[in-house]
């Protein structure tokens, strides 16, 4: 994800998958609903523990990957393709969650 937007609109995605309503994952998250809300439609600048405790909720780990990677696998000939493959199966594992 390259922005605040791409990360709220994923939120977004697997709250609804997941049939929680706004108000009840901000509740069991902590957080008020603005701050979800905001974060959703990428307005919102969010504490990480915030963001942290909203992943775990939905059942989503939060991964940091150093741009020394991509840049190794641009440089080997992995770029796009890989992030196509590797995206494909995320998405893959993401519809088979519950």
Do not use: F, W, Y
């Not at 009840?24 to 809300?37: D, K, M, P, V, Y």
């Not at 307005?43 to 741009?67: A, D, F, R, T, Y």
């Not at 991509?70 to 969650?97: F, I, Y």
């Amino acid at each position: 994800m390259h922005s605040v937007q791409d990360l709220g609109a994923r939120i977004r995605a697997v709250r609804k998958s997941q049939k929680l309503s706004s108000a009840s994952l901000a509740e069991r998250s902590g957080i008020h609903r603005n701050t979800l809300q905001a974060l959703e439609t990428g307005k919102g600048n969010i504490e990480l523990s915030k963001l942290l405790s909203i992943c775990s909720e939905l059942g989503l780990e939060l991964l940091l990957v150093p741009q020394e990677v991509s840049a190794q696998r641009a440089a080997d000939g992995e770029g796009d393709g890989a992030r196509t493959e590797l995206s494909e199966r995320l998405h893959r594992l993401m519809r088979s969650t519950p």
